[in-house]
């Protein structure tokens, strides 16, 4: 499980961009901590590097 900090620098990705794609339904909302804090799943991450992939190549 990673947050979404991590996942961007794993990604090479902003925050903002992350937060689009879940805001805009490109990718279902993460799961969340008590503390109100995204948490991803390793599925979360498959399915986000093929949305990224998928809008790069458009």
Same mark, same amino acid.
């Given at each position: 499980?990673? /947050? %979404?900090? #991590? &996942?961007? $620098? +794993? &990604?090479? *990705?902003? @925050? @903002?961009? &992350?937060? @689009?794609?879940?805001?805009?339904? @490109?990718?279902? +909302?993460?799961? $969340? &901590?008590?503390?109100? #804090? $995204?948490?991803? /799943?390793?599925?979360? *991450? *498959?399915?986000?590097?093929? *949305?990224?992939?998928? $809008?790069? %190549?458009?």
């Amino acid at each position: 499980m990673k /947050t %979404a900090g #991590q &996942l961007c $620098r +794993e &990604l090479g *990705v902003k @925050y @903002y961009r &992350l937060d @689009y794609l879940i805001r805009s339904g @490109y990718v279902p +909302e993460p799961k $969340r &901590l008590d503390s109100g #804090q $995204r948490i991803f /799943t390793d599925e979360d *991450v *498959v399915n986000i590097k093929d *949305v990224i992939c998928e $809008r790069m %190549a458009k």
